[in-house]
């Protein structure tokens, strides 16, 4: 459901909606069930900015490579950069854990979940190799980016 509004006497168009946000891996994609899959966005013009929220019920496999959240309502625009950050979120398993997010190579409608995992100070990406999913877990954010349309 999307609603959309014209700026008086300008040309920029305001939308909002929803959308569902889902889990994905890089190499192979985790086998999951939701308890919730939520996402809201507000589009101004070319500026996109997303909210999800995100609980498992039930984890049947970690999947591998890094865990990324998928299904974002609007691409990526041609000529925004690359592996930047473009947002925070948080995982909530058996502790708090701040994640930044990024935009990592050409894809279109992914962002990574990046975080500090091991405490060095640097960040490491959220990965099956350094997070177990399990059920129950909640990652939620929000980012902002730009898209051509």
Do not use: C
């Not at 086998?31 to 507000?42: E, H, I, K, M, P």
């Not at 013009?45 to 309502?73: D, E, F, K």
């Amino acid at each position: 459901m999307s609603q959309n509004y014209a700026s008086a006497g300008a040309q920029t168009l305001v939308e909002e909606g929803i959308w569902t946000s889902t889990l994905e891996a890089s190499t192979t994609n985790p086998s999951v069930t939701y308890t919730a899959q939520d996402g809201l966005y507000l589009k101004i013009g070319r500026l996109v900015t997303i909210w999800w929220s995100i609980q498992l019920a039930t984890v049947s496999t970690q999947g591998s490579g890094i865990y990324q959240i998928a299904g974002m309502p609007f691409a990526f625009s041609s000529d925004f950069p690359t592996d930047i950050t473009i947002g925070s979120a948080d995982y909530f398993s058996s502790g708090n854990n701040a994640q930044v997010v990024r935009r990592h190579g050409a894809e279109t409608v992914l962002i990574s979940m990046i975080y500090d995992s091991d405490g060095d100070g640097d960040s490491e990406p959220m990965a099956n190799t350094t997070e177990t999913l399990a059920a129950s877990d909640f990652l939620r954010g929000v980012v902002s980016y730009l898209t051509d349309g």
